[in-house]
């Protein structure tokens, strides 16, 4: 199941402010109407405060979402409420994008916070 | 014949607000006046209030306008004002896009509300 | 020859406003100097009042040019006459482009009112 | 030679603006330095006064140059003012693209008035 | 290890500002968890005030990461660190992106100073 | 050695205002440090004042770098001052855009005024 | 239901073959497992003998499947077969591609005779 | 109505074999079962015996089936039949393809003779 | 007027053979029935007996068609039969490849000789 | 001038053989005619006997035809002679593709021996 006690953290560098994505192309987890598995891409972009988050402390918590029957929504909502949690970030925006399911595909956008400058120009 | 009783929601998860997005390839209707089938895809787009409309309900409120005959105009109002009595949504878009007839290709939008800041942002 | 007389509308759908797309591949008319055959494009984009276009009559209604000796300039704004007459849309616009003649390829807009938001955002 | 007596006109339509494009793919004169052959696209743009430049009278207006030797900026601000003085028109833009020659391609923009709002939209 | 002293500058060219950018599609560092190579891109784009970094000194500076175990934020602002004390820039960002890792893709931007409006026109 | 006395200008045409753009994609110097070839596309834009550049001489002015060892930044400074010497334009950018040296490829924009409406349009 | 006597021929023209292709992309049936309807596109070729199926009657023969619930390959061996008995052709061709149901696409191709020399330098 | 005795032909140069292809993008007939107009390109490729098509001719005789009532499988034969019978060409194919039409788009080849080693190679 | 004294050989490397490719895309005439200039490609193929053309001579050769009423098929020959008296190669293609006039856009292929085994395995 | 001794080798690993491709993007010499700087593409292909080029030696020897008047063919015939001389390969092949002059664009191939069955898998 969703496992935040997964993610670990180290310090983020002192100086001048980053912008950080990480973009994960092999998310899955379980349809909880039909049990049969969705398949997505995630994509997480954020600011850090003090801390970022270690890279495969968050590959194995994307990981403990593969039995898990969750809707596209409270996956969107759990992974932006888990990393704003832990890293108490300047900005935070989490967007799923879900392969097709009955013909229909689907992308969530959840975000915490104003998009940075620096990001526009990037 | 098209049956918004088919949709059914779940409780949109708590914390902050979400963008939503799904895209339907395969709707196809009935042409009221020749009586041939249509071909579209439907978009819809929206930030929920309380609720999500669940996604394999939302598929068969789709095929219930499988032999319906009815304008493409009347189809796109009618999804926004089903989705927008059942969601209260805070923002909601439907865009349909429809293979050529005639020669004629066509694209319908309707909507309710602000389009979100998280949402130019994707 | 142009026969607006062709056209018929139906009520637009009661509540909110739609934005209206009607893309034509297949137009066909005559060069008035030298009497040959023009092709091109015909893009109709409305926000209707109280009525819509109905697809087939348009398509009969671009079909009554086929013969007609005509300049691209005056297809595009009698169009854009013959259509806002009908329609007493709150937004409209007919762009014409065309396939090349003489090494010369030719595009034409004509409208009549602000372009609506949801249009920017389709 | 250059001749704007090649081009005539028809007057415009009388009712709302037009925005109204022509580009020519096969412009050629001749570099006055070298005597060779240049080749080049020449893209008009205008929104009419009271009358439009008839395109068979533009292409044998364009056909003129073919053996002229002249710069690429002449072309570009002459065509720009035979059609000025013409069209008395409410916009007008010429842009000149040029094939390479000796390594180096170029681009000439001219123009008279403001850009239309119509056209930001096209 | 990373080894700034391998950086050496030359004087700018004394007239108007320039904006430079370099791209090195060829950096590679160790990850500090698993010990195994990671592989990027590094994006260096500033104005520079007195002096320039000279190339093959930067590229000699990229390479001295080759065996040291740093995570990728750490990367990208010992980067941006180290060339705005060496070059007093009036602007500098760097930008990092790395190929996927465990299914995951990275970006990182660190900047400094306002983007200069000639970039914007670039 | 780079020579400026091989540019000659002819007068710019008289009446409304000109924006020019010549890309030349054969620019080659020497590196100063390591004595290998260097490979670049330069672009010059300006608005003209009283004169253009003959493009034959640009094109010979280009070559004068063939044997020159010369750094990318001195360069885009050289031809950006030797061209606003000889032309007084209105406004002038030079952009370099350099061939991959060690795994690092580099873009450099010099430019003096403010850049021209009419660009932006084109 | 799929009903073969919707289609009409007419004498294929006297004098050398021909080779002739339709391809029809929008064609639905019903999944007889779940009821969901299947969407794809249907190719036919074949060189006539003494006739030729009839476009409008093809459009409405391939309408008759809209709500027969029926497997992939009996669709295609159907038509196949509906054709050939109609037809008597020298070749004749269906293949038929499915959009993906629970992550899997699907093409089914029968046929008849021998691919004609004709079609391979077609 | 379709008019063979438009085309007129020049005698083929007399050296070795040609081979030509001429391509006519804006053909237009009509059906004979609605009455509404279809459109497609034509492909015209042949090795010239003593005589070739004169182009501007081709272009007229294409233009007389503009109001004409004929399948697509006539038009094709049709094409093929007149210019066998003018040219005695030492091979010739026409390719036809159309427009969709009810959601199906076709296309026809007729031919005569071998297809020529030197086009396999071109 | 297409003055093949224009062109001049200089001796073909002595040892192996090679296969030579000159793509020339600015070829213009002009149509011997309409007066109206005509734009194409042409493509030269050889491989060389005892000389090579020139290729400043082979360009001004090409200019020599500039003002000459020609039709497509007497050009490609004529280039082919005057290339063939010059350079007796063991093997020749002349293609040429024209912008559409009319709406009918052409390529014809001369050709003396049998493709070389080099040219296959290019 | 072009410099084969320049060229240095090293042995062939010793067992089955080897196929090899060096593609240099930067070749420069001189046009023999006109004095003006020529560039292009030169493709190196071989199959190795008891020794390999050198590549830091393969580019100095490009580099060597810098300031060297000579044709298109000569640098293809040397370059392909010095190789086979210094290498002793069972296959090799030079392919030279030349940027446009004068509009025409060039390739000339070169080879020695029969093209490998490894080659024509790759």
């Given amino acids: 199941m969703p496992d935040a ?8 560098p002192p ?11 092999e998310f899955t987890s379980v349809c909880p109407m039909t ?7 995630v994509t997480l ?3 850090p405060g003090a801390t970022c988050v270690e890279l ?3 590959k194995l918590y994307f990981h403990s ?4 029957g969750i809707f596209y929504e409270a996956v969107t909502s759990r992974i932006r409420d888990d990393l704003a949690a832990l890293l108490a970030a300047r900005w935070l925006q989490v967007v ?3 392969r097709g399911r009955g013909g229909i595909r689907s992308r969530i956008i959840a975000s915490a916070g104003e998009v ?3 990001w526009r120009c990037g």
């Fill in 56 to 58: 495969k402390s968050l």
């Fill in 65 to 68: 979402f593969r039995n898990e």
């Fill in 45 to 47: 972009r954020y600011v």
């Fill in 5 to 12: 006690s997964l993610l670990t953290v180290f310090p983020a």
């Fill in 35 to 41: 049990g049969h598995p969705d398949f997505g891409r």
């Fill in 96 to 98: 799923t994008e879900w």
């Fill in 116 to 118: 940075p400058t620096e």
């Fill in 15 to 25: 100086s001048a402010p980053l912008v950080i994505e990480h973009v994960h192309e």
